[in-house]
């Protein structure tokens, strides 16, 4: 479904408290977050809110004409279920003003119980075409769908124009070069995923040595990595790593890069595209602050006048300096990356 | 004790890019095999059209006259339009029965017709099955980093007439993109992949910078570089509910690999031998991390005294 107002929503992530208002005080038109367990796909030490610190965010933006959204997207078993049907319901009690799920089972609880709360397709739902996205509005009434970053712009385009719901879509922030959802990667070498765990390549199983090589990353004892003395290390993601492929060390899967498509703003806003996400709710509020503003700018500057926009040097400069590696990409909304 | 003999074996699709020869002899060998359900079908990449429909429906008809229950199995990551349209006609069939491998598969045939879903659409609890049951799914087939703990908890909600099915052979399906790591490992745009995929019948290798085998590149699925390998559980998932048993087709020793598990269920070959012997077919090395509730690449040592007596 096509967004007709041409009004892009900008949704910034709010890893706490600090960062919630922040990103509200900047100019996020809605603000998502995660309680503090595996329930939502950014489950980090220190991060996420408990009940009184969600009750005031959602107070703040709320007084702000902010929304906020609240992450439910990781995929409980059956001795875990409780807990997901537990946030359900506080979500649901705090009065945020939508929740955004991946599990099916999940999903069917929520519209069941808080048939009046508005549900979002997690980008962990994993869902790439209009005839997916089908599936969840036809049985569950969602009211959005956030796409994962595999798509190119023209199938962002094809998918937006021949969706049931909006269409939301990653702007800026870290890059999943897999399908969201169906990527096992973590769980195969630590025994933890973003479906199972909420996290990737988590701390807990991090390694770091120096040696006489270079600074070794490990994750589990998989050496994801070897980084000479000039060369900065970033977190062993394991997609991100340097491997040996037919006896070439490179990276093999994907650069420790950013996704970054504010170049593509005008494009995604005539595609109908409804709102714009940035990924890092594990980052700084100095993080979120930066990429708030410059992303505002951007959005507004792209409505006002989208035959002549173009990304200002300085918006471009502000976010090399908190990318992943300091660099950028438009992933696979860019064919030729594909 | 050996398991019951109404386990059924299975042979998921073929993971990798093979040439029309190769899959119709391969399917020749497997008709004449002890397996009881086969899946067809390219479920990685819509750019590989060497097998065109007609040959697909062909050796279907085959392998049911060799008396093998045939289910066709449809893409996994779904993008382009084309892609939907091949997927919408494939499940039109109501020959055979269908594997849904996307959300979208699961879309066009829900309250239609009976169908399967694949290891890649994500049943974690009860809840998911009992809601798919109700749409009309017959079989599911576990999804793979889910452990045997999950699954016995899962049966113990299971809905009335589910088959459960699990993959206890294979390179595990670990990952889908959008890119195409193949032709990226040869400097190549996907566009312009050249389909060099072909090359590597059983996947391209990647090894860590210390040169241990660690994953396998498929074009745009990577795969676990060591094989899945459930043989000394067979016992065990017959106690908790599994009704089927999947082998993963690689491109030698498939057939000898039926053949062992197949002597397992039917008490001809104890577990230890099938198992030392699987060991030697797995191109680089076996693991069972995941059943544990481990990492997946893990392998977890059995008791085989205790396993074949039923009391993990």
Redesign the interface.
């Known amino acids: 479904m096509s967004n007709t107002n041409k009004t892009m929503e900008l949704v910034c992530p709010a890893g706490n408290l600090p960062s919630l208002k922040i990103a509200v005080n900047n100019g996020a038109d809605a603000v998502y977050m995660g309680f503090k367990d595996d329930t939502n796909a950014r489950h980090f030490a220190g991060l996420n809110f408990n009940d009184k610190r969600a009750q005031e965010g959602i107070a703040y933006a709320h007084e702000r004409g902010s929304k906020v959204f609240t992450a439910i997207n990781t995929y409980p078993q059956p001795s875990g279920w409780q807990r997901w049907q537990d946030a359900v319901d506080h979500a649901a009690q705090l009065g945020v003003d939508a929740l955004i799920l991946a599990d099916i089972g999940v999903m069917d609880y929520a519209a069941e119980r808080w048939p009046d709360l508005r549900l979002h397709l997690s980008v962990q739902g994993s869902a790439t075409s209009q005839e997916s996205i089908e599936f969840f509005h036809k049985n569950f009434d969602i009211k959005r769908a956030v796409v994962p970053r595999v798509l190119s712009l023209k199938q962002i385009q094809a998918v937006t124009e021949n969706s049931p719901v909006p269409i939301e879509v990653f702007g800026f922030g870290s890059l999943c070069v897999m399908v969201e959802g169906r990527c096992l990667l973590s769980s195969y070498v630590t025994g933890q995923s973003p479906n199972t765990f909420g996290a990737c390549s988590p701390a807990s199983a991090v390694q770091w040595k120096e040696t006489d090589a270079g600074l070794e990353t490990r994750l589990n004892e998989v050496l994801i990595d070897i980084h000479g003395k000039d060369e900065s290390a970033g977190y062993p993601t394991l997609c991100k790593g340097r491997f040996n492929v037919n006896n070439n060390t490179y990276h093999a899967l994907e650069e420790p890069t950013s996704l970054n498509t504010m170049a593509l703003l005008p494009e995604l806003q005539r595609a109908g595209v409804a709102a714009i996400k940035i990924e890092g709710r594990q980052r700084s509020p100095a993080y979120v602050e930066q990429v708030s503003k410059v992303w505002r700018e951007a959005l507004d500057s792209a409505q006002q006048d989208p035959e002549n926009y173009q990304p200002k040097r300085e918006w471009l400069e502000a976010l090399d300096k908190v990318s992943e590696g300091s660099q950028t990409t438009l992933g696979a909304y860019h064919r030729p990356w594909q | 004790m050996t398991a019951s003999l109404n386990t059924k074996l299975s042979l998921g699709p073929i993971q990798y890019y093979w040439d029309r020869d190769t899959v119709f002899d391969f399917y020749k060998q497997v008709a004449e095999s002890p397996i009881d359900i086969v899946y067809l079908g390219e479920t990685v990449c819509s750019k590989r059209r060497l097998m065109r429909d007609e040959d697909w429906l062909e050796i279907a008809a085959l392998l049911r006259q060799a008396g093998k229950e045939v289910v066709l199995s449809t893409l ?6 084309s892609e ?1 349209r091949k ?1 919408k006609s494939i499940c039109k069939n109501e020959e055979y029965a269908i594997e849904a491998n ?3 598969a ?3 045939l ?1 309250g239609k017709q009976t169908f399967i879903t694949g290891p ?1 659409i ?7 099955l009992n ?2 049951a109700r749409q009309g799914v017959k079989r599911w087939v576990f999804p ?3 452990s045997r ?2 699954l016995a ?2 049966l ?2 299971r809905p009335e007439a589910m088959e459960t099915e699990v993959i206890v052979y294979g390179r ?1 399906p ?8 193949t032709a ?2 040869h400097n190549l ?3 312009d992949c050249q389909l060099s995929c072909i090359a590597d019948p059983d996947g ?9 085998p ?2 396998v ?1 498929n074009g745009i699925q ?1 795969q ?1 570089a060591k094989s899945c390998n459930l043989i000394t559980e067979l016992e065990d998932m017959k106690e908790i509910g599994v009704d089927i048993l999947r082998i993963s087709p690689q491109s030698k020793s498939t057939a000898e690999i039926i053949k062992i598990f197949h002597d397992c269920l039917h008490g001809k070959k104890s577990i230890q031998d099938a198992s030392n012997e699987l060991d030697t077919l797995s191109p680089t090395g076996t693991c069972n ?2 059943w544990h ?5 893990e392998s977890v040592e059995q008791h085989l005294e205790k396993s074949r007596t039923g009391h993990l």
């Open positions: 996994t990551l779904i993008e382009a339009n939907l997927l996307d959300m979208a699961v879309n066009l829900a890649a994500n049943i974690y609890n009860a809840r998911t809601l798919f793979v980093e889910l703990e999950t908890d899962i113990k909600q595990l670990l990952a889908f993109s959008a890119r195409c790591f990226r490992s745009q996907k566009d391209l290798l990647m090894k860590t910078r210390e040169n241990d660690f994953l590149i990577t676990s991390g995941y509730g481990g990492a997946g690449m």
